[in-house]
């Protein structure tokens, strides 16, 4: 029976997934960052060889019982990327063809029925593609990110945020429930606390807070961070 292998490589983490002709899962790992943007190529091979290992070890089979294989590569913007990309998935050993496409592109094959549309990935960073029913015409931004103006993402979000919060320390602007809610979340004494704290380190605004950004203490107030 052959066997099938996808990865999607996001700026956070890296999932893998190994499954049978019919669509069974048979394997699954989870590995770090694989975004050649944010940690270089050198880091994102070993995300994906670290989430290869786990998925064989955990399906029971080697690197010789895979069939084929598909990527989702976060940070694969440009065909001027494909020959370091190509180089990366090729230093795994997997003697099958493979395919890699801009992470985006997975969410838009499986998400519509027909295989076209509009895709927004907003994960750690945002990007956007589409296509229309004939894939003749892409649609698409840079994923430039918050530089192209493109800034949807929790990173976007958090820096976002806490400019907001700034401007409400400086009173440049309303104060915000937010603010209460990060003080908390980090365990400042007050909001100038937190402020020193994030511009000098010592409170990390990475991840963790990012739900307090969705979880809006009251509804009225969800302009301020769109």
Same mark, same amino acid.
């Given at each position: ?71 989702? =590569?976060? +940070?694969?913007?440009?065909? &001027? #990327? ?5 180089? $990366?998935?090729?230093?795994? /050993?997997? *003697? ?8 985006? =592109?997975? +969410?838009?094959?499986?998400? &519509? #029925? ?5 895709? $927004?990935?907003?994960?750690? /960073?945002? *990007? ?10 892409? +649609? ?18 958090? *820096? ?67």
């Amino acid at each position: 029976m052959p066997y099938y292998l996808g990865a999607d490589l996001g700026a956070t983490k890296t999932h893998t997934l190994i499954v049978d002709e019919t669509g069974r899962a048979l394997g699954f790992g989870e590995s770090g960052p694989g975004n050649h943007e944010s940690i270089g190529y050198d880091a994102m091979f070993n995300s994906m060889k670290q989430g290869l290992d786990q998925a064989l070890r955990t399906a029971g089979l080697t690197k010789a019982d895979i069939a084929g294989a598909g990527f989702g =590569v976060a +940070g694969y913007d440009w065909h &001027s #990327e494909f020959a370091a990309t190509a180089s $990366v998935i090729d230093r795994l /050993g997997i *003697n099958a063809p493979y395919k890699f496409v801009n992470d985006t =592109v997975p +969410g838009l094959v499986a998400g &519509s #029925e027909e295989g076209w549309g509009v895709v $927004v990935v907003s994960g750690t /960073g945002s *990007n956007c593609r589409g296509w229309d029913r004939e894939h003749q015409r892409e +649609g698409r931004v840079t994923g430039h990110g918050v530089l192209m103006g493109e800034g949807a993402g929790g990173t976007e979000l958090l *820096n976002r945020g806490m400019q907001l919060v700034g401007y409400a320390w400086t009173k440049r602007g309303p104060m915000t429930a937010l603010a209460d809610a990060l003080i908390r979340h980090v365990g400042a004494k007050d909001l100038e606390d937190l402020m020193r704290g994030y511009t000098t380190d010592e409170y990390q605004m990475v991840l963790k807070p990012r739900p307090l950004f969705f979880k809006w203490p009251r509804p009225e107030m969800w302009w301020h961070v769109n």
